[in-house]
Structures are given as C-alpha cells and as structure tokens.
C-alpha cells in the first residue's frame, strides 16, 4: 500500500470499529498477490470505502463520473484509487483504466448490480464483471456489505456494519455472452449466501 493509502486504512478502520464496532470475515480468501475483482453488492454511498477498509490488499474502485465535479473532493477520491465512470453507456477509457490495474495486478472492486440498491435487496447482475475478469484473467471474490444503509441504526446495534468476502469464482467458459451470464449467477449466488449469513448472525 502507497504510505497515504495506508495511514488511511489505519485511521478509518479505527474509527469504524470503535463507534460502529465494524467487523470483517472472510479476508482470508482474497489472494495476497496477483489480479482480483472484488464483486460487492451496492446500498449506499459508502460501500466503496467499506469494501476497502476491509480488503487487506490496496484497492481501486469505479465511481460515478459526477462525483468528481467538485475538485477537492476529487482530488481526495482519485488520492484513493477512484476511477471515473460515465454510467450513460460503454465507458472505453474507464474500462481500459480497470484492465490496467488488472493488468499490473491490482485489486479492483466493481458492482455486478450496477447501481445503488434502494431496498437493501439483491438485483440481478450485469456481465461486465465476469468479462472483466476473464479477459484479464483474474479471479472474483464476491463480497457483501451490510449495515451501510442505516449508520444511525448501527449506533445502535454496535457490528451491524460488516463485509464479508466469499471463496474466489474463476470464469472457465469460453469467450461468449451465455458463458460470462453463468458465471455472474454463480458471483450473484454467493453474495447473497453472504447475505443470508449475514441477517442470520
């Protein structure tokens, strides 16, 4: 991790524990070295910082492009790794910026779903990801983010904000739109087996 990135980590995970009493499972499965494709579900604006608060490796992360209109804090997202995204339609220079940090071996969250989940319910996901990951021959990890929609609630049931990240899912099909859709039904399936685990805790 680049030393600001690092200070960060350490400052927000402190403060996340001790008003929220955050909490992480499963970081055992994201590999230590090499390409990976975190693949999270969505429900608030914080999900990106969670997910990198609880993936031990430096992260990179899609954002909207909007976000990045105001310029201090753009500055402070790009310092963490944002990547503008146009969500209007095929975005070539973001995708070409995710196959990048893909491509150096990097970890790269995305969100199958596609946009923010208003319900807190599970949406169905969107193919991008398995051909991300396929083309740059990188495994997924699904994840699962709970908690983050209602922080005032969390004050009140301290660790009810959590990340938990699943086994590694690798795409072995071809190159084919049916195959990159099986293999996003197999990420869906186990972030919402996270998500069960989670509401049963």
Do not use: Q
Request: charged share 25%; hydrophobic share 40%; with cysteine.
């Amino acid at each position: 991790m680049k030393l600001h990135y690092r200070l960060g980590w350490l400052l927000a995970t402190g403060v996340l524990k001790l008003l929220w009493g955050f909490r992480v499972t499963g970081r055992e499965h994201i590999p230590e070295n090499g390409p990976v494709v975190i693949a999270s579900n969505h429900i608030s604006n914080w999900d990106p910082l969670l997910v990198g608060l609880g993936c031990p490796r430096e992260m990179f992360f899609m954002a909207k492009r909007e976000l990045f209109e105001n310029k201090a804090f753009a500055w402070l997202i790009r310092a963490y790794n944002a990547i503008p995204l146009d969500r209007g339609g095929g975005d070539r220079k973001a995708l070409r910026t995710a196959r990048r940090v893909l491509g150096n071996g990097g970890a790269l969250l995305m969100f199958p779903e596609g946009t923010r989940s208003r319900t807190g319910e599970l949406g169905k996901g969107r193919p991008g990801v398995a051909f991300i990951a396929a083309s740059a021959k990188s495994a997924v990890v699904p994840a699962h983010i709970a908690g983050s929609n209602d922080p005032r609630g969390a004050f009140r049931s301290r660790g009810s904000i959590r990340v938990s990240f699943a086994e590694p899912i690798t795409h072995d099909g071809p190159a084919s739109t049916e195959a990159y859709a099986e293999t996003t039904d197999r990420i869906m399936t186990s972030i919402a087996a996270l998500k069960k685990e989670a509401a049963s805790r």
